[in-house]
């Protein structure tokens, strides 16, 4: 079971970026899935989360207008889509797989975000 994000970099303020989630060893379209961040000296927070069947969205205040969490449960794979960061997003983000019924939570090894002039 594995979960393997991408897509992270350093990136000026106003940009953009696309993070990847792909799995492997288990099958994403019963898990809700989510977004984590953590950044210097903060704790872990909930960025995004999207429901397994991708209707239902949810967003940290912070991100909210700028960020887009998606999902292809055909490739297996979660999509962060953040536009117009600010320095604040800097941070190391995690993917994070989540079902309650069945009590089974993965996480990746997570991507670092740096947001910079």
């Known amino acids: 079971v594995q979960l393997v994000e991408s897509g992270g970099g350093l990136v000026q303020p106003g940009g953009s970026l696309r993070l990847s989630c792909s799995a492997s060893?288990?099958?994403?379209?019963?898990?809700?899935m989510n977004w984590y961040r953590q950044g210097p000296g903060k704790e872990r927070e909930l960025v995004a989360t999207?429901?397994?069947?991708?209707?239902?969205?949810r967003y940290a205040d912070s991100v909210k207008g700028r960020f887009t969490i998606s999902r292809d449960n055909t490739k297996n794979t979660v999509y962060l889509q953040m536009n117009s960061l600010k320095v604040e997003d800097t941070a190391v983000y995690y993917c994070n797989a989540e079902n309650r019924l069945f009590s089974r939570n993965f996480w990746g090894q997570g991507t670092r975000v740096t947001v910079s002039s």
């Open positions: 999207i429901s397994s069947g991708g209707g239902n969205t």
């Open positions: 060893g288990f099958t994403i379209s019963v898990y809700d």
